[in-house]
């Protein structure tokens, strides 16, 4: 028996075997030099990572507290509801963790709504990461391109950007891919009285409206076109016609100027300025005497100023 021989019997069974498979490996070597060696498998991405698209439990998230929007129409919400019934909720909401079981919304809470009423457990979403300042920013900008906020609401919105993200009008402008003069019109809405703000909010004017509007800085000549507007359902068009009308320079008539009415009618001058929806004009003489004029646009104007004083 060979010296070799020994020493081999002398290891053991074990060692006979890993010779054995020495020998396997060298002939799978030798009849497989081609082949090459699979990378080691990639770990499975974690669940409701940043960036990924999870099922989410509706019970598990809260709503965004900087959602711009305060209005859902509830019958387009039962419609989406009941299209969500149908075919599930085809584009995932977007949210971001905050613990271990836990989200806040970050855009998409029409959906979310749509979602509890539609009976759902669960909702895909993607899961990011974001500061405030960031959600505010999402939410706004997820609004606008989606779901139109009123104007009212896209103003506050700004404003709230500006103050709380410690933005300029240009820079605000960049985010929500507006020019500064369109960040600048909206703004300007919040300086309107608030019963005009709250009739653009209800949709009862339009933006053009306020448009117009805002370029009369006296608040008294904004509500007195305001209300025209509202009782003679005026256009944008002719709206803008009476701005430029009230903004025309007074021309001033040669010869005496009457003297300035007193403050009690001025008084019944504006309270019948406001009766009339119309600029009324009180002239007195020194003896008492007087005229009380009460202009009107069109025939339909006159006519309307004639049944208000039951003719």
């Known amino acids: 028996m060979s010296i070799e021989k020994r020493k081999a019997l002398g290891r053991g069974l074990s060692a006979l075997l890993n010779d054995s498979d020495n020998v396997q490996q060298s002939n799978n070597h030798n009849n497989n030099r081609t082949a090459t060696v699979a990378p080691p498998a990639a770990p499975a991405p974690e669940a409701n990572s940043a960036g990924s698209v999870n099922e989410i439990k509706l019970s598990e998230i809260e709503t965004n507290p900087f959602q711009p929007r305060t209005d859902f129409d509830e019958q387009a919400l039962r419609e989406l509801a009941d299209s969500i019934k149908l075919q599930g909720l085809i584009q995932p909401i977007t949210v971001r963790r905050l613990n271990a079981n836990s989200y806040q919304l ?39 391109q989606r779901e139109d906020l009123n104007a009212i609401e896209v103003a506050l919105s700004f404003q709230r950007m500006i103050e709380e993200c410690s933005l300029r009008q240009d820079e605000l402008g960049e985010r929500v ?69 009230l903004q025309k320079p007074q021309v001033k008539k040669e010869g005496k100027q009457p003297e300035p009415i007193s403050f009690q009618l001025q008084k019944i001058q504006d309270d019948l300025a406001s009766r009339f929806s119309t600029r009324v004009r009180l002239k007195v003489s020194d003896h008492g005497r007087g005229t009380i004029e009460i202009p009107f646009l069109s025939d339909e104007d006159l006519t309307r100023i004639l049944e208000m004083l039951d003719w």
């Open 106 to 144: 970050i855009s998409g809470e029409r959906r979310f709504r749509a979602s509890k009423l539609a009976g759902l457990t669960q909702v895909p979403a993607y899961v990011r990461t974001a500061n405030d300042q960031q959600m505010l920013e999402m939410a706004l900008i997820e609004n606008i």
């Open 177 to 245: 891919s507006k020019n500064r003069s369109t960040v600048s019109n909206y703004l300007r809405l919040l300086k309107l009285p608030p019963v005009i703000q709250a009739s653009i909010r209800d949709g009862q004017i339009s933006m053009g409206h306020a448009k117009a509007m805002i370029t009369i800085d006296d608040p008294t000549k904004q509500i007195f076109i305001y209300q025209h507007i509202i009782k003679e359902g005026l256009s944008v068009r002719k709206t803008e016609e009476m701005v430029r009308d």
